[in-house]
């Protein structure tokens, strides 16, 4: 298929659609969209593809919107995707200020920025009617964040087993590039004591004081230092408690550890549920839960690395900053896992994620979306 016309154009629309991308950015980011609580995105951009002429855009199982172009029969399908849920809780529209050079709002660039981008490029497919030969599926897909658990890749991968031959997800900023992914296993521990009261049942098992206790026993672990990888552990909630003057009967909290080496993952599951099982006894029970289990790669590198090449070429046809490589936990977790190749890229510039200072440089979304469509095409073409 012939692409320079296509291409040729892509500055022009980028320019003429810039003030739509801000006008949608806001209307988007006023959507909360904790993880599993994404039907508001999820309507708000499957009735913007279908506005735009997209023909065939459903809402799966998962909360995913799934625009298939050109899908039909192929089992060489590229992917595209951007998640549509942000990290923070929060069932309320979050606080957005636009001064003109920055926008402020939570979730603003993580990922609320790479959801507009990733409507505005398939609107490009369709107002030039492209028609990728062997298939592109735009997907806003949910749960990428947190106890989410990846749960739309998942499906995704599910739906269309067999049949995807790459994928690409924009949820980064433009310079950088997500070729290699961090596996994680993240658990809810409770530990129940019989309790009582402070001064009359002195000397009871606490569940706060035992909490403690396996809190401590975590950050004494060394972690593996095997060439080429890296491990990390966290514990990111605490709770436990009814009263001053009560010997606490429940404690809980959340943790987890993150290696890029499946031998690493393999190690910290043994430590971890060594320090849990130490704590156990006639008067304390410990109740532990997987909520969170993300896989490690198992690809062949050298086809994620071809793969990663052929987006820098864009990127570096558009702007001048240097590329950055990263490993990272993402919704590539899942097509890694799977031999399948993936990186993660960016459509923007922003800083703060995970805070509610995060912000924008909002005309970096005028380049951003530009890389995005010319990644786009450039993928199409193999």
Known sequence: METAGFVAGIKQYVVANTQGMYGDL????????????????????????????????????????????????????????????TVFPDREPMPYTDDG?????????????????????AKYFIENNIVPPKGILFVCNSCE????????????????????????????????IANHCAGSHRYEVEVLTQGGHSYQAFGRANANAVLAKMIAEIYKLSVPEKEGTR????????SGGTSINTISQKASMLC?????????????????????DSVRSDEVKVNVTKIGDRPCENVDQAKVEELAAKVVGEINGVVDDEVVFRCSSTDCNIPLSLGIP????????????????EYLIKNSLIPGLEIAIRTGIKLMEE
């Open 26 to 85: 806001k209307d988007l980011c006023a959507i909360p969209a904790p993880s599993h609580f994404e039907h508001e995105r999820a309507e708000y951009c499957k009735k913007w593809l279908v506005r735009a002429g997209a023909d065939g855009v459903y809402i799966d199982d998962a909360l995913n919107v799934v625009f298939p172009l050109g899908c039909d029969g192929s089992d060489e399908i590229t992917v595209f995707a951007a998640h549509t849920d």
């Open 101 to 121: 050079e920055k926008i402020y709002s939570p979730g603003v660039g993580d990922n609320t920025a790479s959801v507009v981008s990733l409507l505005y490029m």
């Open 145 to 176: 964040e947190g106890l989410g658990n990846l749960k739309g890749v998942r499906q995704l991968f599910s739906d269309f087993e067999g049949r995807i031959k790459q994928f690409v997800t924009f949820d980064n900023n433009y310079n950088v």
């Open 231 to 238: 491990t990390t552990y966290n514990v990111g909630i605490i």
């Open 256 to 276: 987890e550890y993150r290696s890029n080496d499946r031998e690493c993952l393999e190690y910290m599951r043994q430590k971890f549920e060594a320090i849990f």
């Open 342 to 357: 993936a990186i993660n890229m960016g459509i923007g510039k922003h800083y703060g994620s995970h805070t509610r200072e």
